[in-house]
């Protein structure tokens, strides 16, 4: 079963940097888009930032020129590099695959845990 484990988040002033990862299996890694979704209280999950197999990467207005998403295929892990926080941001952070699929061991679309955000004025 396929299982989304994402860490790194925390509490992080206003200007501060944070690094996400976000281990996988190499099930889905080596076949699938991956990518950053985040869900602020009240807000639909938005996507910010993809990665296919081969590198290239996309990114949502809100975040281009401050996040940088990347991938270790050797680790099998996606991170994401956030610099320049802002209120904003705060919002727990998930990763996935791009579009949003079934996995293998899973009948519905699953997500895993996330991590939390929390930006500081």
């Known amino acids: 079963q396929v299982q989304l484990v994402e860490s790194g988040g925390g509490l992080v002033q206003a200007g501060g940097s944070l690094r996400l990862s976000c281990a996988t299996s190499?099930?889905?890694?080596?076949?699938?888009?991956m990518g950053w979704y985040r869900q602020a209280p009240g807000e639909q999950r938005e996507l910010i930032a993809t990665?296919?197999?081969?590198?290239?990467?996309n990114y949502a207005d809100s975040v281009k020129g401050r996040f940088t998403i990347s991938r270790d295929n050797a680790k099998i892990t996606v991170y994401l590099q956030m610099n320049s926080l802002k209120l904003d941001d705060a919002a727990v952070y998930y990763c996935?695959?791009?579009?949003?699929?079934?996995?293998?061991?899973?009948?519905?679309?699953?997500w895993g845990q996330g991590t939390q955000v929390t930006v500081s004025s």
């Open positions: 996935n695959t791009v579009p949003v699929s079934v996995l293998p061991g899973h009948s519905t679309h699953y």
């Open positions: 190499g099930s889905i890694f080596s076949i699938k888009t």
């Open positions: 990665i296919t197999r081969g590198g290239s990467t």
